[in-house]
């Protein structure tokens, strides 16, 4: 049954930082789906909004000026936040540099506009054939960012997880902590955390990108410490939140077992091997059997945790209840 989206009031939020080439491309392709479009000009020194007022002709187009820099989280944020105010039902977010299809644009909000989803974001993994082209250090990045962003946000059904192609039911969006998102690159991974800790559901859309000659703003090497230490910040909370804060299961009981009996067989296993190289004797069966087996049904008892976890992921829409 097809779904009537233009009932629903549909804004499309747009950062806009160096991307004067390809966006009035972008705005172009937007359908009628769309009821308003927010361009965030993030204090863009090429002067992106300045450059759509003047030669944009979509009478939804409003654009947006940031008194300084933010980065994309912070410029979506503002947009996010305007949409509020102007009482929208679902925000997507898209880039404005030319490699996201606008005309996905129904199809990413279809599950929330039917009750399915609370959250709906891109995958250009789903269909091998869609990374045909795309840079292998994007591919090898995103599989690892992929395990990362399982551990620290419990989506392990979810991949991709920095896509920017993105859309939100608004009832979660204004009951969500916006000003705890981090504002830069790590923003999409750090709101599906957040999205986890209110139990949301999150689907994947499958979806094609397209590499041409733009240039992205995102330096990899001066990221990766914020992402590492995003996720692993993350991953502690969650565990926290949904293990011990909001509920105490016998998931909690299995995780402190098996981090007890790991911990103890290694610290043991560890002091006895350096206990036996410095004083030259040879270590019994017995005390080898003391620092394994610990260790092993330790091992044991986190991944029945881990199996738990996956299968705690949020299967329900969330945003109705709001």
């Known amino acids: ?6 009932r629903k009031y549909i804004v499309v939020v747009i950062p ?6 390809q966006i009035l491309a972008v705005l172009n392709k937007i359908g009628p789906e769309v009821s308003a ?5 993030d204090k863009c020194d090429q002067g992106s909004g300045d450059f759509i007022l003047a030669h ?3 009478s939804r187009v409003q654009v947006l000026f940031r008194p300084e820099n933010g980065g994309v989280g912070a410029a979506t944020i503002t947009g996010y936040l305007r949409a509020m105010q102007e009482q929208a039902d679902v925000i997507v977010k898209l880039d404005g540099d030319g490699q996201m299809d606008p005309t996905l644009i129904s199809k990413i909000i279809r599950p929330i506009i039917a009750g399915e989803a609370d959250y709906a974001k891109g995958n250009r993994f789903y269909n091998l054939e869609n990374m045909r082209g795309m840079p292998a250090t994007r591919i090898i990045g995103n599989a690892v960012l992929s395990l990362m962003s399982k551990l620290s946000t419990g989506y392990w059904h979810i991949a991709d997880p920095t896509n920017g192609y993105t859309a939100i039911d608004t009832r979660l969006a204004k009951v969500m902590p916006l000003y705890k998102l981090s504002p830069r690159y790590f923003f999409e991974s750090d709101l599906l955390f957040r999205l986890n800790t209110f139990r949301a ?3 994947d859309i499958p979806m094609a990108c ?3 000659s733009e240039i992205s703003n995102l330096h990899i090497a001066s990221e990766v410490i914020a992402f590492v ?3 692993l910040t993350n991953f502690v909370k969650r565990i926290f939140y949904n293990y011990f804060l909001r509920d105490f299961s016998m998931a909690t009981i299995v995780l402190i077992l098996g981090l007890m009996l790991f911990g103890f067989g290694f610290i043991y296993g560890l002091q006895r091997l350096l206990h036996s190289y410095f004083s030259t ?3 019994s069966p017995g005390i080898v059997m003391m620092a394994t087996l610990p260790v092993i049904v330790g091992i044991q008892f986190l991944l029945a945790f881990l199996n738990y976890d996956m299968a705690n992921t949020p299967r329900s829409p969330i945003s109705s209840r709001l």
């Open 56 to 58: 944009n002709k979509d």
């Open 16 to 21: 806009c930082f160096r991307v004067t080439q």
């Open 229 to 231: 230490t995003g996720h």
């Open 37 to 41: 479009i927010y361009c965030v000009d």
């Open 281 to 283: 004797t040879a270590t």
């Open 210 to 212: 397209f590499y041409g």
């Open 1 to 6: 049954m097809p779904i009537d989206t233009l």
């Open 201 to 203: 559901k999150v689907v």
